[in-house]
């Protein structure tokens, strides 16, 4: 099983580089060359989600890819260090339109991902949120020359 790493600023200009090395991984790990654009778009969505949350709540803490390589499958975890507040604790009053916009829009990308990954888990809490998004693959072939 390898894992690659990355961390970066939560600046929108890496969710490109992001992607690329997603994708890059993915092949290299055996995913279906058809499924190489869902990967791309999925990990997109993910990591623009991540710099959003971190650029709302003013978190100086890098956004975390890793890219896991196991036997029969590929997933990518997405991090964030957002505090994320249950239905209940969503702030009434005057911010309420405005945290009732971000919540639509996080609703949204999860949505999207959903949409492009059959097997997405999603977890969140006080100390950040976490979407492990997962694809079969098959080892690459060897070649006996």
Do not use: Y
Not at 109 to 138: F, Q
């Amino acid at each position: 099983m390898a894992t690659v790493e990355l961390r970066f600023s939560a600046l929108p200009e890496h969710v490109r580089t992001a992607r690329l090395v997603a994708a890059a991984v993915a092949r290299r790990a055996g995913v279906d060359e058809a499924v190489l654009d869902e990967v791309r778009l999925a990990v997109g969505e993910a990591c623009s989600r991540a710099v959003g949350l971190h650029q709302i709540g003013g978190i100086d803490a890098p956004v975390k890819v890793a890219l896991i390589e196991e036997e029969k499958q590929f997933s990518i975890e997405v991090g964030d260090e957002a505090p994320h507040a249950v239905p209940a604790e969503r702030v009434s009053g005057g911010a309420a339109a405005d945290a009732d916009v971000e919540a639509e829009e996080d609703e949204m990308g999860l949505a999207v991902i959903s949409g492009l990954v059959d097997d997405v888990e999603v977890t969140t809490g006080e100390n950040g949120g976490l979407i492990r998004m997962t694809w079969p693959a098959a080892p690459p072939a060897v070649t006996v020359g």
